[in-house]
Each structure stands twice: as C-alpha cells, then as structure tokens.
C-alpha cells in the first residue's frame, strides 16, 4: 500500500542554520503531497503542498519540491529560527491522507 | 472564526467510562475525520464520512462510534474506554472525498488520557 517515510529525529539545528528533513514516499497513481507542522501542545497545520510532479510548494521560507523521479518531497529552509521547532510531518494522499511518522526540529539560539 | 473545531481540547477520565469529542467545521466541506496521534506522534485515519455517511473505518474497534448529524458536524463516542486509548484525537475537514489535490484542515486536538 502508499506509504510515507521521513528521516528520523530529533534534529536539532542552531539559528540561521540550513534545514533538510527527507521524505520520500510509495504509492500507486499520482499522489498530492504535503507537508504538515505541530508546533507544542498545539495541532496540525498546513505548511505547504504540491499537486504533481516537479512542482514546488513554499510557505513561510520552506520549500519543498515534487520529484517524481525520485520519489521525493524533501523539505528545505535556508535559514531557520527558534520558532520553527515543531514537529513536521510529510503526507501523501490518494484516496485518504497518509502520514509519514514526523521529524522533531529543535532549533537553539 | 476557527474554521475547525472541537472539544473538548483536554479529557481525562478512568477506564472503562464512556466519553464523547465533538467536532464542527465552518468551511462548507462535504468531508470530515477523524485521525488519531499516539504517544510517538504516529498519526493514523480512524473514519471519515461524507455528506453524512461512512466511507472509511480503519479496522477501529466498534468501541468507537461517530456520529454525524449533519455535514458539518462528526462527533467521536468512545464506549469502555482502554488505557490504550490515551491519544491526541484530531478531527479534520476537506471540500471533497477524494483527497488527493486538496487540503484536509486539522483542529487543534483532543489530548484524551485514561486513567
């Protein structure tokens, strides 16, 4: 069946630092795919998507490209902040919204 | 206006009582969830109705029950409840059934512990 898998956390970056987290997915047909966050004791948030291949989704700095070759839906930010720790979670959907298992950042000052 | 809501946001109860979440969109779709988030953050699809009506039960014990009134509402009866179900549960809306292309938009989540 579909399946999303995401690199493992925490990952723990200083300020201003370079932010990869990968994904990459399986599935059958042509998926949409997301990228969601939770920041802490709150729930989830829409962070951006893209719709087919080699589209690229950004939001709030982040970026994430579709690569169907490959495939990918790795989520980058040049620069991060301490706001931005959270957990991200990647996702595909075909007939129901699959999760990867979510990647903790832990951004310090 | 939050555009998906549900409460209560914080529950704790003992085993074996009978709890209710409640859940209600205000954007119109015809879709809603219910995903449940484990302790190690692992989100997983219990049910999502339509217009109404079940399309998707993830093999979830017939312990829970959703109701939805209406489309705009899809409200989580958990009968007996287990330690196990000690969850974050969120509730989620999208315009149509068919996911894929569009954005199923999450509530803030019901953090359930059972003692």
């Known amino acids: 069946g579909d399946s999303v898998t995401q690199m493992e956390g925490p990952v723990t970056l200083s300020e201003e630092a370079f932010l990869t987290i990968n994904c990459t997915y399986t599935a059958t047909g042509y998926p949409s795919l997301f990228w969601y966050v939770q920041y802490p004791g709150e729930g989830l948030q829409l962070l951006l998507k893209a719709t087919k291949a080699d589209d690229k989704g950004s939001n709030k700095g982040f970026e994430a490209t579709y690569r169907k070759e490959t495939t990918s839906f790795h989520l980058e930010k040049g620069s991060v902040q301490v706001s931005d720790s959270a957990v991200y979670f990647c996702?595909?959907?075909?007939?129901?919204?699959?999760f990867g298992t979510g990647t903790r950042l832990q951004v310090f000052p | 206006d939050t555009a998906v809501s549900q409460t209560p946001k914080y529950l704790v109860t003992q085993m074996g009582n009978d709890k209710s979440i409640k859940c209600e969109q205000n954007l119109g779709h015809d879709t809603m969830y219910w995903y449940k988030q484990d302790s190690k953050k692992f989100l997983k699809i219990m049910f999502s109705y339509n217009n109404k009506e079940l399309i998707i039960n993830e093999t979830v014990p017939n312990r829970f029950s959703p109701k939805s009134p209406d489309k705009a509402h899809l409200n989580l009866h958990i009968n007996s409840l287990e330690l196990g179900d000690s969850a974050v549960y969120f509730c989620?809306?999208?315009?149509?059934?068919?996911?894929?292309?569009?954005?199923?938009?999450f509530g803030e989540g019901s953090w359930l512990t059972v003692v």
């Open positions: 996702a595909l959907s075909s007939d129901k919204l699959i």
């Open positions: 989620a809306s999208s315009q149509v059934v068919h996911v894929s292309g569009n954005t199923i938009y």
